[in-house]
């Protein structure tokens, strides 16, 4: 079988039997597969991307646990593997995480600085293939079908030199998973984590999804998996003894995809264009909000953020959604379409306030969200004037010089009064 040094990237030939060593230069992490040199489609996942952007940052944390997150009721954004050795994961309740892990030093998200790493992360992956399909700041599928002649290795070297390249010169680790389709080199890149390389072959596809639970495929979450344990189905094999027809009349749309799914095919391409659907922003207090003026100053901070989004994205969005959750955890959306797409942060702050001045419910409130949906290029946006705002066109052209200067003196260099609220 063909074999790969993930250390000094030698490749060489042995025997399926026995523990792999690098006869160049003995390490042990070598990475067999008899498909290993054939496969091109890859997920790329970072290990605990943002806890490893901040131990890089501050070696006086390498041996800590760390949370990414904040306030006893926020959330987890991600915890470092010493943190996840107690218990904790993404998502969590902090008050919940710090029971688990009270010893852990607890960060808050620097946005910036992750964005940072990505981009270098992602001028890497440019370097082997434009076909890179982006999944968040931290992970991503590459299609490096054809790219063995031009680099002269397979796509498994490539990746190996790939990771090799973010730890030396970056400080952070990812891991890889290498197959024939996306939806198996999603999980393959689960399989070996942290820092790790597996490869899911297609010979052995349908043997290896055979026993595994239905959860394991993309799209079934809780109530999918309720729905599929009523009809008897718990394995992805159990899913194999159903007809196509009898699963799309069982469970509709999904029939088709789990169909599919189960038996390992997967014809989704890697898509550099993936369109995005929405772009948001929202906060967790520490402590329930009812007063009109600190909500106030969330909705422009929130407002803000969007638009630098939006900005950076050459995009603009015909819809603007106010998010505000109650104190019982209780949801509360509200909407409004747009004559024209906006990506300015004055436009869609008072587009956010006139929502939230029209609710009956005035909290407190725990969380407050503030989003454009109904994308589209940012070209045609923001033309149209307004008969009933005379001081419109005044305030964009503010901000477009506002934008100027915090582009060359940096985002803090200006700020408007509501934002200190």
């Known amino acids: 079988m063909d074999v790969l040094c993930r250390d000094c990237l030698h490749s060489f030939t042995a025997s399926a039997s026995g523990r792999l060593r690098c006869p160049a230069c003995g390490s042990p992490r070598c990475l067999g597969h008899e498909e290993l040199f054939s496969l091109s489609i890859a997920h790329m996942d970072c290990d605990a991307f943002y806890a490893s952007v901040e131990k890089r940052d501050d070696p006086s944390l390498a041996d800590k646990?760390?949370?990414?997150?904040?306030?006893?009721?926020g959330v987890v954004s991600t915890a470092c593997y010493v943190a996840r050795i107690r218990g904790v994961r993404s998502a969590m309740p902090m008050f919940q995480a710090m029971k688990l892990c009270p010893d852990a030093v607890v960060i808050r998200p620097r946005m910036a600085r992750y964005v940072e790493v990505s981009r270098q992360i992602r001028a890497m992956m440019e370097e082997l293939t434009p076909a890179i399909e982006p999944l968040s700041l931290d992970e991503a599928f590459l299609d490096l079908t054809g790219t063995a002649r031009l680099h002269g290795t397979p796509p498994a070297v490539q990746?190996?030199?790939?990771?090799?390249r973010m730890r030396d010169e970056l400080g952070?680790?990812?891991?890889?998973?290498?197959s024939h389709n996306k939806f198996l080199a999603k999980i393959a890149s689960d399989l070996d984590k942290p820092h790790g390389f597996a490869v899911i072959g297609k010979a052995e596809t349908m043997d290896f999804l055979g026993p595994k639970p239905v959860s394991l495929i993309w799209g079934v979450g809780a109530a999918g998996q309720a729905?599929?344990?009523?009809?008897g189905i718990h394995t992805i094999e159990d899913l194999r003894r159903w007809e196509h027809t009898d699963l799309v009349a069982r469970f509709g749309s999904m029939g088709t995809r789990l169909y599919h799914l189960s038996r390992g095919e997967d014809r989704r391409r890697v898509s550099p264009h993936a369109p995005v659907k929405s772009v948001s922003n929202e906060t967790t207090f520490f402590e329930d909000i009812g007063d009109p003026d600190l909500l106030d100053g969330h909705l422009w901070r929130l407002a803000e953020q969007v638009s630098d989004r939006l900005k950076a994205k050459e995009i603009a969005g015909r819809t603007v959604v106010l998010k505000l959750k109650r104190a019982d955890h209780s949801l509360l959306t509200r909407r409004t379409g747009l004559r024209d797409g906006t990506q300015?942060?004055?436009?869609?702050?008072?587009?956010?306030r006139g929502l939230f001045d029209k609710l009956t419910d005035r909290g407190p409130y725990r969380l407050i969200g503030v989003g454009v949906t109904d994308l589209g290029p940012a070209a045609d946006a923001d033309r149209s004037g307004d008969l009933l705002d005379p001081d419109a066109g005044r305030r964009t052209a503010a901000e477009r010089a506002s934008d100027q200067i915090r582009a060359r003196f940096g985002k803090d260099a200006i700020r408007k009064g509501r934002a200190l609220r």
């Not at 729905?227 to 009809?231: C, I, P, Y």
């Open 344 to 352: 300015l942060a004055d436009r869609i702050y008072r587009e956010a």
């Open 227 to 231: 729905s599929l344990d009523r009809a």
């Open 172 to 178: 952070v680790t990812g891991s890889i998973g290498l």
């Open 65 to 73: 646990p760390v949370i990414i997150g904040g306030g006893r009721r």
């Open 159 to 164: 990746l190996a030199r790939l990771v090799k």
